[in-house]
C-alpha cells in the first residue's frame, strides 16, 4: 500500500509556516514531536481558507506539532483513503479521529 500513503516529509506547526500554506482543498496529517499521527483531517469546500484555515485552527488549539499536506480536490475520498491505510497499518483510528469510529470505512485490499 506504499502508493496510497501520504508521506511527505512533516514540516513545524507554527504561525509562519501555516501562514505559507495556500487556501487550497486537501487533506492533511497532524502529528506530535516524534511524527506520530494524532489526526487525520481534510479542506473541503465550505472550509473558508482551505488547508490554511484547517491549520490554523489545529495550531489554536494546540493540538499538534507538525503537519503535512496534500493538495486534492477529491479530498474526501482521499481522506477516507487515508484513514483506511492508518486501520491497516495500525489496527485503529488515530486518537484525533476516534470519534469517527461511527463511521464507517471500507478496507484496503492487499495490493
Known amino acids: 500500500m506504499a502508493g496510497v500513503r ?4 512533516w514540516q513545524d506547526l507554527t504561525a509562519e509556516a501555516v501562514g505559507r500554506l495556500a487556501g487550497e482543498l486537501g487533506v492533511y496529517h497532524l502529528g506530535d514531536t516524534e511524527g506520530r499521527m494524532l489526526r487525520i483531517g481534510y479542506a ?3 472550509t473558508l481558507f482551505g488547508l490554511r484555515s484547517e491549520l490554523a485552527a489545529a495550531l489554536a488549539r494546540g493540538e499538534a506539532a507538525r503537519f503535512r499536506t496534500e493538495v486534492t480536490a477529491q479530498y474526501l ?6 484513514l483506511m491505510v492508518h486501520v491497516a497499518d ?4 488515530p486518537p484525533g479521529n476516534a470519534a469517527d469510529g461511527r463511521r464507517r470505512l471500507g478496507r484496503l485490499s492487499p495490493g
Not at 501520504?6 to 516529509?9: A, G, N, Q, S
Open 90 to 93: 495500525h489496527g485503529r483510528l
Open 6 to 9: 501520504l508521506d511527505k516529509p
Open 77 to 82: 475520498s482521499r481522506y477516507e483513503e487515508l
Open 44 to 46: 473541503g469546500g465550505r
